[in-house]
């Protein structure tokens, strides 16, 4: 179906059939029944398409799943426990031991720590290049051994904007997918498979399901990165898998359903990172009006940023969307209707300006959160870097005013005031 972004939101992954219920049912249950011990070996051989443990898959999960592969325009798609789970499960599912992955260094604060420091526990080397690097830099991050590209579309919380189009190049031209953290824009914002992005992943926590009410994560495949041409590269998807009696899931599924296959057959089966049927239920309520809530979050963002980059008392402003900020020209391209709500600034009086700034402030809520329908407001330097003295926070990026606020779709006029009587 050709439906708009809009409708998709509303109606796309499932589509209910005479007498069945208008709403995605929720399947609150660990195990199907079956007639013949004979049908349940076939789907435990992947001879069968069907369901036998919840741990692997369940039917709301794969409903909410198809909306969100809609969304993206992807080929398969997978729910997983959380953002955390889905960025592992992405890179896991390519890589193992003695293999190499070259990221952006603009990534979340959890994902990094993920890539730099649990994974390589496990072997898997991660290289990070700025996101503005030179193609000579960028090319030479690349070893025989890498199997893939990271990075995220709009940084959290360092606001860049990736060129999804030249490092999906780059990944091609070395044979790898590039993998493309859309989180923040959402596919309402970017859809980074029509820039050439290999697989999508997302925190559903965040814009998706938009409440703070359920964590979650999610995994696009595009369906359309060549494994077979480089079979060498990923044997895991080219060749027999002997803990399913054999299967090679290129020749079984297809380039367009191998990679999702072989993550819920082999990492779900065995890690058992599934989201929670009711959390998906969640999910899909959220994405129902993720079109309306991204504009709002978006104009919000933006009127935000304009207001603080005139106020005597903002020393700098970072929002993509706003002209003269570094990434302006990059949002133009890859997001043309608004980037995200996250604003991040910093206010005269380095830390103990923005310390007073916090305590003023009524409407904000200071939270961990971001990115859902309450403005939510963070201050790094007093909160989740408080450790670090102002040399050490320097060194992360982070200077000691750094504010970021994550405007919400209250209105707009409400929010502006809010931060005006802060800043006094």
């Not at 005479?18 to 051989?45: A, C, H």
Request: with cysteine; charged share 20%.
């Amino acid at each position: 179906m050709g439906n708009s972004i809009e409708t998709t939101c509303v109606q796309g992954g499932y589509r209910p059939k005479n007498g069945e219920p208008r709403q995605v049912p929720i399947y609150q249950n660990t195990t199907w029944k079956y007639d013949t011990s004979e049908f349940m070996g076939k789907l435990f051989d992947l001879e069968e398409a069907g369901y036998f443990y919840t741990r692997l898959q369940n039917p709301t999960n794969d409903l909410v799943a198809a909306k969100v592969c809609e969304l993206e325009g992807g080929s398969a798609a997978m729910l997983t426990s959380s953002g955390q789970a889905a960025s592992f499960f992405s890179i896991f599912n390519l890589a193992s031991c003695g293999d190499h992955i070259v990221s952006s260094s603009a990534l979340y604060g959890g994902t990094y720590n993920l890539f730099a420091t649990t994974m390589k526990r496990m072997g898997i080397e991660f290289s990070f290049v700025d996101p503005d690097c030179s193609d000579d830099e960028l090319e030479a991050a690349f070893r025989p051994n890498t199997k893939a590209v990271f990075g995220e579309s709009v940084a959290n919380p360092a606001l860049s904007v990736l060129d999804i189009e030249r490092f999906a190049q780059a990944a091609h031209a070395q044979g790898v997918p590039l993998i493309v953290d859309n989180t923040f824009p959402t596919p309402v914002n970017c859809r980074p498979i029509e820039w050439g992005a290999d697989i999508i992943v997302h925190s559903t926590t965040k814009y998706m399901d938009g409440h703070g009410g359920a964590v979650g994560g999610c995994i696009v495949d595009a369906g359309r990165f060549d494994w077979t041409k480089h079979a060498d590269k990923f044997p895991g998807l080219t060749t027999p898998d002997e803990s399913y009696h054999g299967v090679v899931y290129t020749e079984r599924f297809g380039l367009e359903g191998a990679f999702i296959t072989k993550a819920t057959a082999q990492l779900m089966r065995d890690l058992g990172a599934i989201q929670a049927p009711q959390n998906a239920f969640l999910l899909n309520l959220g994405l129902e009006s993720l079109h309306l809530r991204m504009a709002q979050h978006s104009a919000n963002g933006l009127a935000v940023a304009r207001f603080l980059g005139e106020h005597p008392k903002v020393a700098w402003v970072r929002h993509p969307s706003l002209p003269g900020d570094r990434y302006y020209e990059q949002a133009c391209k890859y997001l043309p209707k608004g980037s995200c709500g996250v604003v991040s600034f910093g206010v005269a009086g380095g830390r103990a300006g923005a310390e007073a700034f916090m305590k003023k402030l009524g409407l904000a809520q200071i939270a961990t959160h971001v990115a859902d329908a309450r403005t939510c407001v963070l201050h790094p330097a007093n909160a989740t870097h408080r450790q670090m003295n102002d040399e050490e926070l320097a060194a992360a990026g982070i200077t000691p005013d750094l504010i970021r606020l994550s405007c919400g779709i209250e209105g707009t006029g409400d929010l502006i005031a809010d931060l005006e009587q802060a800043l006094g």
